[in-house]
């Protein structure tokens, strides 16, 4: 495929320390994204392999294409499963000028790997052992001298193996639900940073732009994730935290600022970004916060929970479902909670009994049944567009297909995308 | 704007040109088998009429950024005999291996400083001999004879002088730090910053590129708006303004001074000619402009031909004078491959840095320049495009060279990271500044030397 990917297939030997690229056949073989992504893992299922990539749509102007996808085996199953990289990083994976990248084998020290611009290089990182995602966010961005470089680390839980391990997105939880994050830490990963200044090309780019530019017009530009909360009937998580809210967040083109910044260290009317080194987070899960609000939790605190495993590096949905109920309000007896979960399989969307798991995760809404759920997600992870997006804005998967020949001169459809991905 | 970039590339305005210096070079090489299969079939002139000229690019003091246009716009022409010069190798005898002498933007007083009364002798002496002398911007100031106090006054190729200046200039509505610069007991002062229209002068009135446009679109960053002693001189003039510009006088008065002003003049002096511009004609987004340059390149090597003239050696017998990158004569070619790889990494995170140094809004002023993050990443990023045609020539690239560029785009990134740590926490940071755009400027010159050679050995282009 010649349009709408940058570069090659990167393979990390984690055993070696060497890498290698070689042709990205996979997107025309077997399709894009997820698509490709599980064809790689198949080819490397022998070594354990975590595969990084993107969708055919990642990185460019259609609404929500922010989506990029881990996929690896999941010590809670012990089958493949599929991981979100929303906010920047599936973007920044795009434009990595890796198309997709395999790491594979256990790594015989602690290192962490560094994408930019087509290039890779394997660091050590002896001196982040033991950090936090925040600390160890900051030490990398300090290190390559840039704040936009997208980080996706392991906190002490993944470190330890914990089956609630989960791997963060710079300092926010990430969506992964499958333990991916404690795969990374066997491998002694213990961070993927990436950015990158590639650009991609599209086969028609004036219509495709046009086309674009125009779903997003017509797109909906809903605030907060009590807005998502509120569409999956899993309560009022709006009014819950609207006393701590900041601002409100989208992931890269998304017209959607799904997540909401909360402040809780200092007044959330001090607009400034300046103050108080670290004033508050990000809350990017919206099942965590309805789990801790109808647990009975208050809203600071619930995101003080939230914030201490972001930190850890805690799957937040299955973290807070063990959190519900037992309520806290000390900030140091919220962290040793958090630092004492025991890693309990149950996990899922508050109003939802369906047990564990695809390939998929559990985050399955009621306005869904599973069908549409793993629809909406095998379309979201091939074509980059967020699942969760697609699932509450009403976007019609018609349009989603009419991009594909302006963009890459590919004609994709429903039917096709189902026999891509199981 | 790779876009842009690559639309201009492939802009058919400069194909005749292109063409015609290629064939040039698979004569001027005959041994070179490679040049001569790829020569094109047909010749814009009879193939013995046009010379390929060696250019020698001023990078030295005062130079600012825009002298990596003229690589861009040499490029685009196929013209690949380049060299980087500063001013000790122009006062020196460095300028006999050349045809061309090009000097861009900057600080004009610093270039003339600089380059003294030695410099603007061996300037004069290259012209007389039947160099061609092309200035724009800084370059173009420096050689008018009106522009005579010191350390001018040794430098007077063209008989003209530069109208936008005045004792008592009016405040500025806009862009305040590129308005003024002391010229004595008065101030030159720019009442345009961006694009412009120029028209052909009767002189150019038979020039393609005026053939095929009525107006040539081109930007003013800072350059003179001139007159000339003698009207035949003048090649083009400002005609209309451009909405793609800051005013920084009101409209009716910037067209007052601009319209019908001389914008690029043109002489023959000895055996040579001069050529200055106040627009940056070069500018790789002009292509309309780069074909006025090219025209010009034209004509001086037809007529270098016409008078006998023999082309200058070149820079294919260049001392080895240190630079990383400038290749040493004795220098076996190797594999090279880990060290382009190392400059590609470090290059890439120099990049990253200076783009997230964009975003904070500090400015440097060095002499008389004004200088911006973005000019950071204009030099990084000469390497950046370019490094993919080095790479997959790795084994023609000599392992010493190779190395001193990875070593010096390894301290690049250091010097970027340590910039912007200092630019962020409020510290000063002029210093720092000073020292990457000087380092910058020399990797770059080194890393083009390099490219330019690969790109003479592999020949003639083909559109």
């Not at chain 2, 730090?177 to 009135?205: C, N, S, T």
């Not at chain 2, 200088?371 to 790795?394: N, T």
Request: net charge negative.
């Amino acid at each position: 495929m010649d349009f709408m990917y940058y570069g090659d297939t990167l393979v990390v030997d984690l055993e070696t320390g060497k890498t290698q690229t070689r042709e990205f056949t996979e997107v025309d073989e077997e399709g894009p994204g997820l698509a490709a992504g599980l064809a790689l893992y198949e080819e490397f299922s022998d070594a354990e392999p975590l595969v990084v990539g993107s969708g055919l749509l990642t990185g460019t102007t259609v609404p929500a294409a922010c989506m990029g996808f881990v996929v690896g085996r999941s010590p809670l199953t012990g089958e493949p499963a599929v991981a979100p990289l929303s906010l920047f990083a599936g973007a920044e994976v795009k434009l990595s000028g890796f198309a997709m990248v395999v790491i594979k084998g256990v790594s015989p020290r602690p290192v962490y790997l560094w994408l930019h611009d087509g290039v890779a290089d394997l660091l050590d990182a002896s001196d982040l052992t033991g950090l936090d995602t925040w600390q160890t966010t900051d030490r990398i961005r300090r290190e390559m001298g840039e704040a936009l470089v997208q980080v996706i680390s392991i906190g002490p839980a993944g470190e330890a193996g914990s089956s609630l391990a989960s791997y963060s997105i710079n300092y926010w939880g990430s969506g992964d639900t499958a333990a991916l994050g404690a795969v990374m830490g066997a491998k002694k990963l213990k961070a993927i940073a990436v950015r990158g200044l590639g650009m991609l090309d599209a086969d028609d780019p004036p219509e495709f732009y046009r086309a674009a530019l125009e779903m997003i017009s017509r797109s909906p530009a809903e605030l907060g994730l009590g807005r998502v909360c509120a569409a999956l009937e899993a309560g009022d998580v709006a009014t819950w935290l609207e006393p701590l809210v900041h601002r409100y967040r989208s992931c890269f083109a998304c017209p959607s600022a799904c997540s909401t910044f909360v402040k809780y260290r200092e007044p959330p009317d001090v607009l400034g970004t300046d103050g108080v080194e670290e004033p508050g987070m990000l809350v990017t899960s919206p099942a965590a916060a309805a789990w801790l609000r109808g647990g009975g939790w208050d809203a600071e605190p619930a995101c003080r929970a939230m914030e201490a495993m972001a930190r850890q590096g805690v799957d937040m949905m299955r973290g807070a479902r063990e959190l519900a109920g037992k309520p806290l309000a000390g900030e140091s007896e919220i962290i040793d909670a958090v630092k004492g979960l025991t890693g309990s399989m149950d996990a899922g969307w508050p109003s939802s009994d369906r047990a564990y798991p695809g390939l998929f995760g559990p985050w399955v809404p009621p306005l869904a049944s599973q069908e549409e759920w793993d629809a909406a997600n095998r379309l979201g992870y091939v074509l980059g567009i967020c699942p969760t997006f697609i699932m509450t804005s009403g976007l019609d998967a018609a349009e989603l297909f009419a991009l594909c020949p302006p963009a890459a001169g590919v004609e994709l459809d429903a039917e096709a995308i189902a026999g891509m991905v199981p | 704007m790779r876009g842009r970039l690559e639309r201009a590339a492939r802009d058919p305005v400069l194909a005749p040109y292109r063409l015609a210096f290629s064939s040039a070079l698979a004569r001027r090489a005959p041994s070179d088998r490679r040049a001569r299969r790829d020569a094109p079939s047909g010749y814009r002139r009879a193939p013995d009429t046009c010379l390929y000229p060696s250019i020698a690019v001023y990078v030295g003091s005062g130079a600012s950024h825009s002298w990596i246009w003229f690589a861009d716009l040499l490029e685009r022409c196929g013209l690949f005999d380049v060299d980087f010069v500063d001013e000790t190798r122009v006062s020196g005898s460095g300028l006999e291996r050349f045809d061309f002498l090009l000097l861009g933007g900057g600080d004009t007083y610093a270039m003339a400083d600089s380059l003294g009364g030695r410099g603007a002798e061996a300037i004069d002496d290259f012209v007389e001999r039947g160099g061609l002398y092309y200035g724009s911007c800084a370059g173009a100031y420096l050689v008018l004879t009106g522009v005579d106090m010191e350390p001018f006054a040794p430098f007077a190729l063209l008989h003209g002088n530069m109208l936008n200046v005045m004792a008592d200039p009016p405040a500025p509505r806009c862009l305040e730090h590129k308005y003024l610069a002391r010229y004595g007991e008065e101030w030159v002062f720019h009442p345009v910053y961006g694009e412009l229209f120029l028209e052909a002068a009767m002189e150019a009135r038979d020039f393609p590129c005026f053939a095929a446009a009525e107006a040539l679109a081109a930007p003013l960053l800072g350059g003179p708006v001139m007159s000339a002693d003698d009207a035949r001189d003048v090649l083009a003039v400002f005609s209309v303004l451009s909405r793609h510009a800051a005013y920084l006088w009101p409209r009716e008065q910037a067209r007052a001074l601009l319209d019908g002003r001389a914008a690029v003049c043109a002489t023959e002096r000895g055996e040579g000619s001069v050529m200055v511009s106040g627009p940056h004609l070069e500018h790789p987004l002009f292509p309309g402009a780069n074909a006025l340059v090219a025209e010009m390149f034209s004509r001086h090597c037809m007529r270098l031909v016409d008078n006998g003239h023999r082309p200058a050696s070149g820079t294919t017998a260049h001392p080895d004078d240190g630079r990383a990158g400038a290749i040493p004569a004795k220098d076996t070619p190797g594999d090279s491959g880990a060290a382009l790889l190392e400059v590609k990494r470090q290059v890439s995170n120099s990049r990253i840095v200076a783009f997230g140094l964009e975003k904070i809004p500090v400015t440097w002023t060095i002499g008389l320049k004004v200088w911006e993050p973005e000019k950071v990443r204009m030099f990084l990023e000469v390497a950046w495009f370019r490094l993919p045609y080095v790479q997959a020539a790795a084994t023609r690239v000599p392992a010493e060279p190779a190395a001193r560029l990875a070593e010096g785009y390894s301290s690049v990134t250091e010097m970027v990271k340590s910039l912007k740590i200092k630019v962020e926490s409020g510290e000063d940071s002029l210093a720092d500044a000073e020292s990457l755009l000087v380092t910058l400027k020399e990797l770059t010159a080194s890393f083009l030397w390099l490219y330019f050679r690969l790109r003479l050995e592999d020949g003639a282009v083909q559109d």
